[in-house]
């Protein structure tokens, strides 16, 4: 009685088998074809019917088609899929553009480094940030505090305005908070 349970998973077809076929149903996912040699049903999954996308089977399959299909695999429980992919040449994918270089930081006369890793400020061509500041300052000295005196009075004006946008905010809600923060900047 145990043997009757077993499923002849072969179903007379062989993975990799090319077979006639009718196609008898169509669906949203595949179509259900019956297969001539055994007379047994198969599916094609909709993403086995062509290397291109298909929205629609009706564009590839109609009802009672014959067609030719590949066995790519027979389940457990004797299950048969194929695939009208499989039977066709795999498009040639295009050609990627070659990518650009990567560009490596050059020495003063222009010449790659010969390792990447000891590139330093000075094979690069840059200078520190405190370098260009201090020759600034010494050049122009007037200009230099003027900014420094500028940058002063700006915070202490955008402290003003938040205080006050504070207080604002606290006058129109008609409740009095708690300062958070007791300490001035």
């Known amino acids: 009685m145990a043997e009757a349970n ?3 998973t072969s179903a007379g077809v062989e993975v990799g088998e090319i077979v006639e076929c009718t196609v008898e149903q169509i669906m949203p996912y595949g179509a259900f074809v019956r297969i001539a ?3 047994r049903k198969g599916m094609i999954h909709i993403s086995e019917l062509s290397y291109s996308f298909v929205k629609d089977i009706n564009t590839v399959l ?14 457990e429980k004797g299950r048969i899929d194929l695939s009208l992919k499989q039977m066709q040449e795999p498009p040639e994918r295009p050609q990627r553009p070659p990518r650009k270089p990567i560009m490596q930081p050059h020495d003063t006369q222009g010449r790659p ?4 890793r000891t590139v330093t400020r000075e094979t690069r061509g840059m200078r520190d940030f405190r370098e260009v500041q201090a020759e600034y300052r010494e050049a122009n000295p ?3 505090d003027s ?10 004006t ?7 946008l504070n207080t604002r905010n606290t006058a129109r ?3 009095t908070t708690k300062r958070r923060n007791s300490r001035e900047f």
């Open 173 to 175: 809600s008609g409740r």
């Open 37 to 39: 040699k055994t007379g």
């Open 62 to 75: 109609k009802a009672q088609d014959k067609i030719q299909a590949k066995v790519i695999r027979i389940d």
């Open 113 to 116: 480094p010969k390792d990447y």
């Open 6 to 8: 077993i499923v002849d």
């Open 147 to 156: 900014f420094e005196k500028k940058m002063a009075s700006f915070l202490k």
């Open 158 to 164: 955008s402290e003003a305005k938040i205080t006050d």
């Open 142 to 144: 007037e200009e230099a």
